[in-house]
């Protein structure tokens, strides 16, 4: 079977791609390949389980259509210093119009039209004051909070319009490895995502990879196997932190996220917040192998007493070792297999004693935690020693900006590794080495987030609109 082009993933920049270039051309046969189920069908039974099941084949926060965005906080950064390093590629200008234009489609979907962090200018200017006095950078992004519940709603409108408009949508279906000849790609090699029975071959004048952040292992490997130009990119690994809200109170409603940026002593590593939830939830994720990772979701109607967030320490590789996606999958491991296969969580103030933190001292917290089967333990033992220094001293110096931040009872839960480290080689239409070949969002290594991936998408769908 023959089509216009195949897209290898649902996520925002799988669907984004087939929704614009549908749009601006109706007579495009689109295939979009998804392992995972419907966004209708997707739900995490831990909801009702209170401990992870540890879903079969794959994590339905992870997997499905829109990916792991449909139970993420729903966050949309407006501004081009968030997100990755497309602009780099593309210019920052032209990705600021390209937020514009993404933007008004989200709305387009039902997106909140309220948009945080651009009303308190003087009070962003306080904030801004005390992150110099703390050797931080603010990066005051204007944020389009969608929330867990709603980012659903509008995915699901999405996939119902790419349907309605002939896209041909295979859910439950895995690509396993892309066809190439003489240096073109020619189609996909896919099997059951279930079953690993049903083997077929379809092919494309176009093929775009998409596979998200879950996918960046899988596109290495295709980057190795067919020699597809790609280097060796940044890996994050850090902690989720969770505090009260009246600890964040001020700068929550300030600027809904504060993306606060450091180079602390003494190693001087890039560490910066990511993914605040004010009143959010700290959730779990499993990926291959049932890695668990921590994360945080922040849903638009149903709120806690905590806000939580994301540092990530930033390290990069060189020769002889240049494999950052195994580094911090085995960190991840490491910290799994002290927490018995759950998140690990500890007290800021027992990380500075120098010992664990025990279930009944989380009880006697004004911090509860929002992971219900996260285990106490110590963190220290699995995160690699530079990576922990980082993380301290930068707390040290948030709590110079959010007093009360560095507290005893501040709660750190383990692991957080960003899976995007893998980084392909791309023209500024994105065409890999390999002709005809594309490579989007957050498997090739140039973005981080909703915003950049779907634009990406849509950008994709512009060029790929003639072809």
């Known amino acids: 079977m023959k089509y216009d082009l195949i897209i290898v993933g649902a996520g925002p920049s799988g669907i984004f791609t087939a929704l614009e270039l549908k749009r601006r051309n109706p ?7 998804e392992q995972g189920k419907p966004i209708e069908k997707r739900s995490c039974p831990k909801d009702k389980t209170k401990n992870c099941v540890s879903c079969k084949p794959f994590c339905s926060i992870t997997t499905g259509f829109s990916g792991a965005g449909a139970f993420s906080d729903g966050k949309l950064s407006l501004s081009p210093e968030v997100g990755g390093d497309l602009p780099e590629l593309i210019g920052y200008d032209y990705t600021q119009e390209l937020i514009n234009y993404t933007d008004k489609i989200y709305l387009e979907f039902g997106a909140d039209s309220r948009v945080e962090g651009v009303e308190a200018k003087e009070e962003i200017k306080e904030v801004r004051r005390k992150a110099i006095e703390a050797g931080l950078k603010l990066v005051d992004c204007p944020i389009r909070h969608l929330g867990t519940e709603k980012a659903q709603e509008i995915y699901e409108k999405i996939e119902k319009n790419l349907i309605d408009m002939g896209v041909e949508i295979r859910f439950g279906t895995q690509a396993t490895d892309i066809l190439v000849e003489e240096g073109i790609v020619k189609g996909v090699a896919l099997t059951d995502s279930l079953k690993k029975e049903k083997h ?40 989720r932190v969770e505090v009260r809200n009246e600890i964040m109170e001020k700068v929550n409603n300030i600027l809904y996220e504060s993306k606060l940026i450091g180079y602390p002593g003494p190693f001087k590593d890039k560490v910066r917040t990511f993914c605040q939830n004010p009143g959010g939830f700290v959730s779990q994720e499993n990926y291959d192998n049932n890695l668990a990772v921590v994360n945080g979701h922040s849903y638009k109607d149903r709120k806690t007493n905590n806000t939580n967030l994301a540092i990530l320490s930033s390290h990069n590789f060189k020769d002889p070792f240049n494999e950052p996606i195994k580094y911090g999958t085995k960190v991840a491991e490491l910290l799994n297999m002290l927490g018995g296969g759950k998140i690990l969580v500890q007290r800021y103030g027992d990380i500075l004693d120098g010992k664990r933190t025990w279930p009944h001292e989380l009880s006697r917290s004004n911090v509860e935690p ?10 220290t033992s699995a995160i690699p020693y530079r990576t922990m220094t980082n993380i301290l001293n930068f707390i040290e110096k948030l709590n110079v900006v959010v007093p009360g931040f560095a507290a005893t009872e501040t709660l750190l839960y383990g692991p957080e590794v960003k899976f995007y480290s893998n980084k392909v080689e791309i023209s500024k239409d994105f065409e890999t080495s390999i002709k005809n070949l594309y490579c989007l969002g957050d498997a090739s290594g140039w973005t981080r987030g909703l915003m950049m991936s779907s634009l990406m998408g849509v950008r994709m769908g512009q060029i790929l609109e003639n072809k």
């Open 27 to 33: 007579n495009k046969k689109i295939l979009l390949i």
């Open 200 to 239: 077929e071959e379809v092919y494309a004048d176009f093929v775009v990879l998409s596979a998200g952040r879950k996918g960046a292992d899988w596109i290495k490997s295709l980057c190795v196997k067919h020699n597809i130009s790609h280097r060796a990119g940044t890996v994050d690994i850090g902690v």
């Open 370 to 379: 929002t992971l219900p089967d996260a285990v106490a333990g110590d963190i």
